[in-house]
């Protein structure tokens, strides 16, 4: 179920701390050269990092894992500079790194940490590993789903938004411009003769003027315009 992605996420990362007797974890995806973090758990981790989009360079102490795209198990370095509220690794003395793949990428990572003096052992990388598999599949549920919701909201000739897109962003659009009290303007374009024209030169042509116009009215707007194929040859602004 994808409605439940975020709970099976929170349960993987309860069940690998149980099966290696780690303290706390987390799981990180990728987003360029950040590292977002996407679920935590255990009694003393910060519910402030759940969101958060944290540096991926040389001064992230996991990026090992991602780098080597191994399994790390290694002592949580005593000086980290990697974001202004780091404190919390403090806490801990060992982490185990769990690269996670999408498809032939890697997309993630899955971080066990060990209050204990001791490295993590062979067998307790192993009874992780099951879990970072579990959290791989529910990463791919959450792609996917991410990509339907995508679909359903564009239109598949110009790549704009669709009608239905344009009508749900349009009330939430409505509605802030009445929360904040600020002015709210609505536009319709038509091509004009796009029938005749269509019927004519053929609907190939007709395609290439229609996604040619969505190219040109994205060109000219600014970043928080939305614009849609609302009808056949109208688009709303």
């Known amino acids: 179920n994808t409605g439940q ?5 929170q349960q993987c990362l309860e069940w690998a701390m149980q099966m290696t007797s780690s303290q706390a974890s987390l ?9 977002k973090i996407l679920a935590v758990a255990g009694s003393e981790m910060p519910g402030s990092l759940l969101g958060l989009s944290l540096p991926f360079n040389e001064s992230n102490p996991f990026a090992s894992s991602l780098q080597t795209r191994q399994i790390v198990s290694a002592p949580i370095p005593p000086a980290i500079a ?4 780091d404190a919390w690794l403090e806490k801990y003395e060992y982490w185990l790194g769990y690269p996670l793949q999408h498809g032939v990428k890697t997309a993630g990572l899955l971080v ?41 909201l564009k ?14 962003l349009g009330n939430r659009e ?25 019927e004519f030169y053929g609907h190939l042509v007709g395609d290439q003027i229609l996604r040619g116009s969505a190219h040109l009215l994205t060109s000219i707007l600014r970043d928080g315009d939305i614009v849609s194929h609302y009808d056949e040859d109208v688009f709303a602004i």
Do not use: C
Request: proline letters at 3%; a negative charge.
């Open 82 to 85: 990697w974001y202004s509220g």
């Open 112 to 152: 066990l940490l060990n209050n204990q003096p001791e490295q993590f052992t062979e067998l307790q990388q192993e009874l992780g590993r099951p879990m970072a598999q579990l959290i791989e599949l529910a990463l791919e549920m959450k792609s996917q789903e991410a990509q339907r919701v995508e679909y359903n």
């Open 174 to 198: 409505v509605e802030r411009s009445q929360r904040y009290k600020r002015h709210l303007s609505l536009m319709l374009v038509q091509i004009n003769g796009f029938a005749l024209f269509d």
């Open 155 to 168: 239109d598949e000739l110009t790549g704009l938004y669709n009608r239905r897109a344009m009508a749900e």
């Open 27 to 35: 799981v990180g995806v990728l987003e360029g050269m950040q590292m």
């Open 5 to 9: 992605v975020q709970p099976a996420l």
